[in-house]
């Protein structure tokens, strides 16, 4: 089992940077696959950005390509998400979530079974 635990989200007005964080428990945490989805009120969950236990294979969503940076530090059981020219379209509940199988990444939820409780998310025009 893996206990996940998102922080970083805060209120920035459009054009601002936040970094998000995604701590985890367990010694076995490097060898896991991380992704990032958000929700914003009224619309489903959407797939953000993905990364592999090397931290050499990444993916994003378009919409975010250019923007938001993945990167994780082993060490520390810590996947960040630097989120920059933020939109008030980011505006979201944002989600980590693990998958112990971390060669490659995933993009789809159902793929993951660990999930952490969120971090709002909130840009400002």
């Known amino acids: 089992q893996v206990q996940l635990v998102e922080s970083g989200g805060g209120l920035v007005q459009a054009g601002g940077s936040l970094r998000l964080s995604c701590g985890a428990s367990g010694r076995t945490f490097s060898s896991y696959a991380v992704g990032w989805f958000r929700q914003a009120p009224g619309k489903e969950r959407e797939f953000v950005a993905a990364?592999?236990?090397?931290?050499?294979?990444?993916y994003y969503q378009d919409s975010v390509k250019g923007r938001f940076t993945l990167s994780r530090d082993n060490a520390k059981n810590t996947v960040y998400l630097q989120m920059n020219d933020l939109k008030p379209e980011d505006t979201a509940v944002y989600y980590c979530a693990a998958h112990p199988e971390g060669y490659t990444y995933y993009t789809r939820a159902y793929d993951y079974p660990y999930w952490g409780q969120g971090t709002q998310v909130t840009v400002s025009s």
């Open positions: 990364i592999a236990r090397g931290g050499g294979l990444t």
